[in-house]
C-alpha cells in the first residue's frame, strides 16, 4: 500500500542506485468512524478503484470493509450473467482493476435491490455518475463529471456524505412526529367533540376554547425539529404508506377520543361551564402529553431525554394550560371556571391511563408495521 519512487544519483555513464523512497498517503482520521456510522445506518461502502488490488485490500483492511483476499478484480465480472452478477457484487465490497464499463455494470446491478449513490472524480467515472441514483462529485473535479453530477462537494470527505444520510433520515422521523402529534390530536378532538354534540343539547367546547386548546398543544410542534433522533429509530431508511399512517393517526385519535368521553362522563352531572373546562383540560393535556409517546417507536422511557429547549417549550404548555383555567382573567376571558379538587386526581388517573393506552397502540401498530414513519 505504499507509494514508492527509486532515487539514483547521476552519472556520465548512468546512474548509482541509492535506495528506494516510501511514502503512504494515510487514510483521514475520520474515516474509519464514518465507515462505522455507515454501518450502523445500514448504508452498504463499496470501493471502485483502477488501483492496483494489493493498494485496494489495504485501504480495505484498515477501515474494516473486506478480509484478505475479498477484493474483486474487474475482468471478473465481464461475463457474469445478471443474478450471478448481483450476487457478487452485493457480496463483496471492494473492486480493483475495474474500467468503466465496470463501474456500470456493478452500479445497474445494485440497483435491482438498492438505491445507490456513487462518488467520482475522473472522467472514468462519467459513465457510473450518470446512471447512478444520486450522483456526486468533488469540487476539484473536471468539468466532464460535474455536468453528471446531482451533488457538488466542498470538501472531500466521505463523512458529509454519511451524515447528510443520518441527517435526512433524522428530518424525516421529525416530520413524522409532527405529523403524528398534530393529526392524531385533530382526530381525537373530532371523534369526541362531534360523537358528544350528537347527545348533547350544547357543543362541548366553545369555539374560542377549541381554538385555545390547538394553539396550546401546537406549541411543542413549534421546536419539534430540535427533538433528537436515536440513531436506532433510523437504522434503516423510512417508509411512508398512506395507509399506514392513516391507519397510527386513527388508533392514536380513538385512544384520544376515548379520554376525552370519558372526562366528560366524570364530570356530566356538573354545570355546563365545569363540563367545558374539564373537557379542555385534558383534550389540551393530552394534545401535549402524546409528545412524550410519538418521540420514539420504543416504549417512551427507553427514548433519550428531550433536548432543552423541546423540554421547555413542554413544560410552557403544560403550565399554559393550567394558567388560562386558575387566572381570573384569562379564565372569564375563555369562559373557565374552577373545577372541584376532587376531580384533579381522577383527572391524572385518566391521563396516566391516555399514555398507557396510547403506548400499546404505538407499540402494537410498530409490531405489524416495523419499518413505517
Known sequence: GLRT??????KEDGFKYLGILAFEDPLKPTTKLTIDKAKQLNVKVKILTGDAPEVAEKVALELGLCQPGEVILGEKIENLEAQEL???????????RVLPHHK??????????????????GVNDALGLKIADVSLVVDTANDLTKQEADIILREKDLSLIVEAIYEG?????????YLKHTMSDNFGNFFSISWLALFLNYIPLLPIQLLLTNLITDLPLSVVAFDKVDLEEIK???????????LLLIFL???????????YL???DLTIETIRTAIFLVTTF???LVMISIRTKRFFIYASFMPKIVALVFILALLTTILVIHQKTLAKIFNFTQLPLSIYSQIILLLILFILLTELAKVLYYRIFPDSI
Open 5 to 10: 519512487i527509486a532515487l539514483g544519483l547521476s
Open 86 to 96: 448481483f450476487a457478487l457484487v452485493d457480496k463483496y465490497n471492494v473492486f480493483a
Open 104 to 121: 456500470f455494470k456493478i452500479i445497474s446491478a445494485l440497483q435491482e435491490k438498492y438505491a445507490v449513490g456513487f462518488l467520482g472524480e
Open 169 to 177: 433520515r433524522k428530518s424525516v422521523f421529525n416530520i413524522g412526529k
Open 236 to 246: 434503516k431508511p423510512i417508509s411512508i404508506s398512506t395507509y399506514e399512517f392513516v
Open 253 to 263: 385519535g380513538v385512544v384520544a377520543s376515548f379520554t376525552n368521553i370519558a372526562t
Open 266 to 268: 366524570l364530570v356530566k
Open 286 to 288: 393530552t394534545g401535549i
